[in-house]
């Protein structure tokens, strides 16, 4: 799916219309805190100390949205849009 470089849109902290500067941002994979509380309880258990660590249970694939960053070029502030619903192709800027 190609996107535009730039393209008009809606920029919430000038709330009006304005260019803007377009970057690809769909990711599959965001890995958690190593410092939050369940995380270091998961790797303390599975250091031993406790009983059997349950497996994952499966969760049924959800599908991944294309996302695209807008990066407002008179205020620079930058904010989120999904492109499409669902990802069939990933999105990518034109050349």
């Known amino acids: 799916m190609n996107v535009p470089k730039e393209l008009n849109g ?8 304005t ?10 994979f ?3 805190r190593t410092l ?3 995380t270091r309880k998961y790797n303390r258990k599975l250091l031993g100390y ?3 660590v349950k497996g994952k249970a499966k969760v049924k694939k959800q599908g ?4 695209v960053m ?7 502030k930058k904010h989120e849009r999904v492109v ?4 069939k192709k990933k999105a990518e800027t034109q050349k």
Do not use: D, F
Request: net charge positive; with cysteine.
């Open 10 to 17: 809606y920029c919430p902290t000038c709330k009006k219309h």
């Open 19 to 28: 260019k803007q500067k377009v970057k690809v941002s769909t990711s599959k």
């Open 30 to 32: 965001k890995p958690g």
């Open 36 to 38: 939050a509380w369940g």
């Open 50 to 52: 406790h009983g059997k």
């Open 64 to 67: 991944i949205r294309n996302k």
């Open 70 to 76: 807008l990066e407002c070029l008179t205020c620079h």
């Open 84 to 87: 499409s619903s669902r990802m």
